[in-house]
């Protein structure tokens, strides 16, 4: 009988291969399991069959893109609750105000923060 506590999920939904493999680098030292795809549709999957406790989110993606994504999420009493942190390199204020208007938790500028402060972030929303 197994009575150890789920592992908390993070999703990563980055279509930046050498990115997602950097993030998945940075978290395998940690306690959480960590997920990744590389497309919204994918994303879109993965959020509701297996409701992650946080959601790192890129805004550019193919087909469905983060800001839909992000629609999606927080229109869903099921998901609304969990945390996304768009991660992104759009750092146009109209991008940033537009993603925290739609429900993000955090807008983070990839070039303004290195992996580890990003993985600091996320663990501050599963505290």
Same mark, same amino acid.
């Given at each position: 009988?197994?009575?150890?506590?789920?592992?908390?999920?993070?999703?990563?939904?980055?279509?930046?291969?050498?990115?997602?493999?950097?993030?998945?680098?940075?978290?395998?030292?940690?306690?959480?399991?960590? &997920?990744?795809?590389?497309?919204?549709?994918?994303?879109?999957?993965?959020?509701?069959?297996?409701?992650?406790?946080?959601?790192?989110?890129?805004?550019?993606?193919?087909?469905?893109?983060?800001?839909?994504?992000?629609?999606?999420?927080?229109?869903?009493?099921?998901?609304?609750?969990?945390?996304?942190?768009?991660?992104?390199?759009?750092?146009?204020?109209?991008?940033?105000?537009?993603?925290?208007? &739609?429900?993000?938790?955090?807008?983070?500028?990839?070039?303004?923060?290195?992996?580890?402060?990003?993985?600091?972030?996320?663990?501050?929303?599963?505290?």
């Amino acid at each position: 009988m197994n009575d150890s506590p789920q592992k908390k999920k993070i999703l990563l939904i980055e279509d930046d291969g050498f990115i997602a493999q950097m993030y998945g680098f940075k978290f395998k030292d940690t306690p959480y399991e960590f &997920l990744v795809t590389t497309s919204g549709e994918e994303g879109w999957e993965i959020i509701k069959n297996q409701k992650p406790d946080v959601i790192l989110l890129d805004i550019i993606l193919p087909g469905i893109d983060g800001f839909e994504l992000l629609t999606r999420i927080k229109n869903d009493p099921e998901l609304e609750s969990i945390p996304v942190l768009l991660l992104t390199n759009l750092g146009q204020q109209d991008n940033i105000q537009k993603g925290m208007a &739609l429900g993000a938790s955090d807008y983070i500028i990839k070039a303004h923060y290195t992996p580890q402060e990003v993985v600091d972030k996320v663990e501050s929303f599963l505290k």
